[in-house]
């Protein structure tokens, strides 16, 4: 269906446009030919005022530790799932191991739902709030 288009529009535009279809690869690839210096930035871009004179920053740099295990979490996850892939299809497995795996999935769904709280992975919860977060998890 996407093939149809492209040749549609390359077919039927009054514009130099040529569409194409390509991998996200060939697309960087592209863009690398272009020689394009793309602007870094180190601060903080997204301030956020919900009063006159209070504005809240941060959320992109603020508490890496927390942002870190929110990464660890899903790697745990991730592991988690291929290990339990391979329980399931074990010869013998009793319904016991079974259990206990889904058991520690579902407990990190539960922290890592915790500390997707908006307050938690934005960095914007109060200290005691934070260090709360970080016991429950």
């Known amino acids: 269906m996407l093939e149809r288009i492209v040749n549609y529009v390359n077919a039927n535009n009054d514009v130099n446009i040529t569409l194409r279809q390509s ?4 697309y960087v ?3 690398k030919t272009e020689k394009i ?4 930035r180190y601060e903080d871009s997204m301030p956020y005022s919900d009063g006159d004179n209070d504005y809240w920053v941060g959320y992109f740099s603020s508490r890496p530790g927390a942002k ?6 899903a790697a745990l996850i991730n ?3 291929r290990l339990f892939s391979q329980k399931v299809i074990q010869e013998g497995v009793k319904d016991s191991e079974v259990t206990e795996v889904i058991k520690a999935k579902e407990d990190m769904l539960h922290n890592l ?5 908006h307050d938690a992975i934005t960095g914007t919860a109060k200290q005691f709030v934070a260090n709360d977060y970080s016991i429950r998890t």
């Open 23 to 26: 991998t996200p690869g060939e």
């Open 68 to 73: 870190k295990e929110v990464r660890d979490d």
């Open 79 to 81: 592991a988690e799932n």
């Open 29 to 31: 690839d592209a863009l």
């Open 113 to 117: 739902g915790i500390y997707l709280h």
């Open 37 to 40: 210096t793309w602007p870094v």
